[in-house]
């Protein structure tokens, strides 16, 4: 059974080190668990973290799949192929071609929290996407992790 953890988090992350040591211990712990499924947005730097931490654990954890959940459809086929070989899939979900371009990446987000089973946060304040995302899961009582 496929079981989908999210990552939200600010555009500019702080400290960077302290951040990505509590991320790598949580995906671990996720990946006990049983979340085999990590689902990754691609921008910003906790997005950065993220994707390095799920890639180094795939290292150890061979069975965990790396997904790409686009917000824009990609220019051109290389700028495809070139994204792709870092993930395991890539999906631009339904929906989020709806509406102007800017809430593109609003969309998409909304998206991730509502088929995902547990998100994994670091958001400070209550502004910009990531805090808007967050909102949303609690809004939907979706369980969350809190990086500090």
Sequence with gaps: MEKVC?????RVVFDEEK?????KRVVRELILQG??????GGYGEFDALADDVTRELKHE???IRRVCVLAYLPTNKEEYHYKSQFYDEMFYPEGVELGPKKFAITRRNKY??????IIVAHVHGTTGGA????KH???LNKKVITLL
Aim: aromatic fraction near 18%.
């Design 6 to 10: 999210v990552f939200f988090g600010h």
């Design 19 to 23: 951040v990505k040591l509590q991320l």
């Design 35 to 40: 979340f085999n499924t990590f689902w990754l």
């Design 61 to 63: 954890f061979p069975h």
């Design 112 to 117: 991730m929290v509502e088929n995902a089973d």
């Design 131 to 134: 805090a808007q995302a967050l």
């Design 137 to 139: 899961a609690k809004r």
